[in-house]
């Protein structure tokens, strides 16, 4: 069997124990005769699923009691909309930080709702950096600020959050999901699309804070009203019964691997460690971000000519070190080293490039 390093930002590699335990699984889950794809949601089987789901991910994120879990559909876009439904609801005010094309998607539509405003950006130089915000920066009465917390195609992250005192903060961390720990109290919702470093498509994650919901707008969808999802444990309609289940296995799989949050985000240390340090030694492969800001999970780079990132896609892709090609608005590569990318992935990779960079010169 030929499995490629598949260096995708979304959907992304999983742990092959995963696809091998799934596959054992597919016809007879646990003696229940039944596949998870193919057992009602409200059976005692999957119960156990969903609620197993939910305590890993309590336990590896230390979730404090006071804030719900919520399994749901519609991928984090969705949540672009939800959030201002649910939240932008005391004085219509919200303020976003542009750090990329997600936040700058979430502010768009946030802008439908209400009296929404950009707090600081770093489009003036590609998003290739964390812009830094004071307190002053934000409104006094606005309902809450909203970040992306790792920018999945420009590869910068937060190392620090920005200081917006008693005000709510709401996270997008799509792409940094469970890849080292953080620190859920800070926030008032957290949430994730769990294609890029938890389960295959399909499943969004919202951890919200209990005593911000139940005030959503009389005009938010049912679907959307993280109330009704909460107090429904999930199930207000048939929930993605099989991404959960994958969930599941991910997150035992994080647990049995690396113990926890904090073993799993040394693994990631080293291996961006990898590619980083050969990207700030090569001659001919360059990082885009400033390094105090660089992501563990995206990594994009370029050479300096868009013939040899062309070339360097295609002979990379024969060579089984796919996905590579950088998001459509940037160009050159990205490598995208989630969780479940082996660290010999990485060590290859570089390797390879090594070797393009010597023929190429
Ligand atoms: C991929 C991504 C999204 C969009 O996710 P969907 O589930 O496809 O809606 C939003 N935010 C971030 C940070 C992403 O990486």
């Known amino acids: 069997m030929a499995r490629v390093y598949n260096f995708s930002a979304g959907p992304s590699t999983l742990p092959v124990s995963v696809?091998?335990?799934?596959?054992?699984?597919?016809?007879?889950?646990?003696?229940?005769?039944?596949?998870?794809?193919?057992?009602?949601?409200?059976s005692k089987v999957f119960d156990d699923i969903i609620k197993e789901a939910e305590a890993l991910m309590r336990e590896l994120y230390q979730i404090p009691d006071?804030?719900?879990?919520?399994?749901?559909?519609?991928g984090a876009s969705a949540q672009f909309s939800a959030?201002?439904?649910?939240?932008?609801?005391?004085?219509?005010k919200a303020d976003y930080?542009?750090?990329?094309?997600?936040?700058?998607?979430?502010?768009?539509?946030?802008?439908?709702?209400g009296d929404v405003v950009a707090a600081a950006s770093s489009a003036d130089k590609t998003f290739s950096y964390i812009p830094k915000t004071k307190p002053e920066d934000f409104r006094e009465d606005a309902d809450y600020v909203y970040i992306c917390l790792n920018n999945t195609i420009y590869g910068t992250k937060y190392q620090e959050l920005p200081p917006v005192g008693d005000k709510v903060l709401i996270a997008d961390v799509s792409s940094c999901a469970l890849s080292e720990p953080l620190d859920i109290s800070k926030f008032g919702v957290v949430y994730f699309g769990a294609q890029k470093n938890v389960a295959p498509a399909g499943l969004v994650v919202v951890i919200v804070r209990e005593d911000l919901l139940g005030n959503a707008r009389d005009i938010c969808p049912v679907m959307m009203d993280y109330k009704v999802q909460a107090d429904a444990d999930s199930l207000y309609n048939t929930p993605p019964c099989w991404t959960i289940?994958?969930?599941?296995?991910?997150?035992?799989?994080?647990?049995?691997?690396?113990?926890?949050?904090e073993g799993m985000k040394k693994h990631n240390e080293e291996k961006a460690k990898i590619l980083y340090d050969f990207l700030d030694s090569s001659e001919m492969f360059k990082g885009?971000?400033?390094p105090e800001d660089r992501s563990l999970m995206n990594v994009p780079f370029v050479t300096d000519s868009d013939e040899l990132n062309a070339k360097f896609i295609?002979?990379?892709?024969?060579?089984?070190f796919v996905n590579l090609k950088g998001h459509?608005?940037?160009?050159?590569?990205?490598?995208?080293i989630y969780n479940a990318m082996p660290t010999e992935g990485v060590v290859k990779l570089v390797e390879f490039m090594k070797r393009f960079e010597e023929e190429n010169k």
């Open 83 to 92: 959030i201002p439904l649910n939240f932008m609801n005391k004085n219509g």
């Open 314 to 320: 295609k002979e990379a892709t024969e060579a089984g």
């Open 19 to 42: 696809l091998e335990k799934a596959g054992a699984e597919i016809l007879d889950y646990k003696g229940s005769g039944q596949s998870v794809m193919e057992m009602s949601h409200r």
């Open 66 to 74: 006071n804030y719900k879990v919520l399994f749901l559909q519609g």
């Open 328 to 336: 459509r608005t940037v160009g050159g590569m990205r490598a995208s």
């Open 245 to 261: 289940y994958i969930c599941k296995l991910v997150l035992e799989w994080i647990k049995e691997t690396y113990g926890d949050l």
């Open 288 to 290: 885009t971000v400033v």
């Open 97 to 113: 930080i542009i750090t990329g094309q997600w936040a700058k998607k979430a502010y768009q539509e946030a802008q439908k709702y």
